[in-house]
């Protein structure tokens, strides 16, 4: 097997791979088209031009990818990770690659290794990450309600405030927005402060998939100040809460649930059928929340971490 770095122009190939496989890890590729999964590409971290996907060739044909995505500012490096069906033999070689290219990558001494591995994955994934020494460190729920089924009955807008479509394309708005996203998780496990820059490259490319803005804030009237927001997108009739926060000296005001209620409503507007989102299970408020509103978990995601020491 020839492993190689691959970049946008070889999308076909990504997507080829991508879509044999099927659900996996803790993303959820948009893979209906391959312009679907280019506009998914134009977020900074997985933009293949910058070099973080390498690919598993055998006899010309794409038959797995390993991708590194750099979080070193929480000391972390994330290696996705899948083969097409039938092809598991090869899941240690691109595990191996994707390890040797986060250590090249990393800047600092010590840092850790995490892969994401899907209960509905095959054992085989498991047995390759266990074999380099890898071990459970975070458990993550994936949550699913069909529209039919969806319960927003609490959480209304306070007097005074309003629920608006945040403008991403103006570069105030999206600094507020990037403060507010960073205060609220800043801290919380696995979660990786964004740059303006970042934020404004991957809600562009929401938007473009969407067809409408991708965040929605709740807003002071008179004072104008942003207090909480919520990262929707949509997909083949799957409409995702991404990320639903409250600025921390805001919280205990019920504004999380007028804020979660207001992004599944847009995204009801837009055609979804069913909703769906992920959350930390070791998150009872979070999924408080959701479990009220019908959601319930129809997977998990495993993290598998490995402490690395450069030499």
Request: contains cysteine; glycine residues 10%.
């Amino acid at each position: 097997m020839l492993i190689r770095t691959v970049s946008r122009s070889e999308v076909g190939d990504l997507h080829s791979i991508l879509r044999s496989v099927g659900p996996h890890g803790h993303r959820e590729w948009a893979v209906e088209s391959k312009s679907s999964l280019l506009a998914t590409l134009d977020n900074p971290r997985l933009d293949p031009d910058l070099g973080g996907w390498s690919v598993g060739f055998e006899n010309g044909l794409a038959i797995g990818y390993s991708l590194v995505e750099s979080e070193l500012n929480i000391g972390r490096m994330i290696v996705g990770l899948a083969v097409l069906p039938g092809r598991e033999d090869a899941l240690s070689d691109l595990l191996e690659e994707g390890v040797k290219r986060a250590i090249k990558v990393a800047e600092t001494e010590r840092f850790e290794i995490h892969v994401a591995v899907r209960d509905t994955e095959e054992r085989s994934v498991v047995d390759a990450l266990e074999a380099k020494g890898f071990e459970v460190v975070r458990t993550v729920l994936k949550m699913r309600v069909d529209v039919a089924d969806v319960e927003l009955n609490e959480g209304e807008v306070p007097t005074g405030s309003m629920i608006r479509d945040a403008n991403m394309a103006d570069s105030g708005e999206a600094f507020v927005v990037t403060n507010l996203h960073n205060a609220c998780f800043t801290g919380s496990w696995g979660f990786s402060p964004n740059t303006v820059d970042e934020i404004i490259g991957r809600t562009a490319a929401d938007a473009a998939r969407n067809g409408f803005s991708p965040i929605v804030v709740l807003e002071d009237e008179t004072e104008g100040v942003v207090s909480a927001y919520n990262w929707i997108t949509l997909n083949e009739g799957d409409g995702r809460v991404e990320m639903v926060g409250v600025h921390p000296s805001m919280r205990g005001r019920r504004l999380g649930w007028a804020i979660f209620n207001a992004g599944v409503e847009r995204l009801i507007e837009h055609g979804a059928t069913t909703l769906s989102l992920d959350v930390d299970s070791q998150n009872p408020p979070a999924r408080r929340i959701y479990e009220s509103a019908g959601y319930r978990t129809y997977s998990e995601v495993n993290y598998f971490g490995l402490e690395m020491v450069k030499d």
